[in-house]
C-alpha cells in the first residue's frame, strides 16, 4: 500500500480533486436541468388534473341531463301509449258503427 501512495504525488491528486470537482459540477448542473424538467413536467400533469376534474363534472351535469330527459320521454311515451289506445278503441267503434250502418242498409234494402 505505501508503494501506492508513494506514487500519487501532489500533483496528481490536486489533478484528480480538479477532475472530480468538473465532473461534480457536470452533475449538479445535469440534476439541475432535470429537476427543472420535472418542476416543468409536474406543472403540466397539475393542468392536466385539473382539465380533468373539469371534464369530470362537465360529463357528471350531461349525465343528470340526460336522465332527466330520458324520465321526461318515458312519462311522453306513457301519455302517448294511452292516446294511442284510445284512438284505437275510437276506431274500433267506428269501424262497428260502419259494420251496423252497411247492414240496416242491406237490411232495408232486402225487407
Do not use: C
Not at 491528486?13 to 429537476?35: A, Q, Y
Not at 284510445?86 to 237490411?107: E, N
Amino acid at each position: 500500500m505505501e508503494t501506492v501512495r508513494e506514487s500519487w504525488t501532489d500533483e496528481r491528486l490536486d489533478t484528480f480533486s480538479e477532475k472530480v470537482d468538473w465532473r461534480m459540477g457536470r452533475l449538479e448542473g445535469r440534476m439541475g436541468k432535470l429537476e427543472t424538467r420535472m418542476d416543468g413536467l409536474e406543472t403540466r400533469m397539475d393542468g392536466l388534473e385539473t382539465r380533468m376534474d373539469g371534464l369530470e363534472t362537465r360529463m357528471n351535469t350531461l349525465a343528470t341531463r340526460m336522465d332527466e330527459g330520458f324520465r321526461e320521454l318515458r312519462g311522453e311515451m306513457k301519455e302517448l301509449r294511452g292516446e294511442l289506445g284510445a284512438f284505437q278503441r275510437a276506431m274500433v267503434q267506428f269501424a262497428g258503427l260502419l259494420v251496423a250502418a252497411q247492414l240496416g242498409l242491406i237490411a232495408t234494402q232486402l225487407g
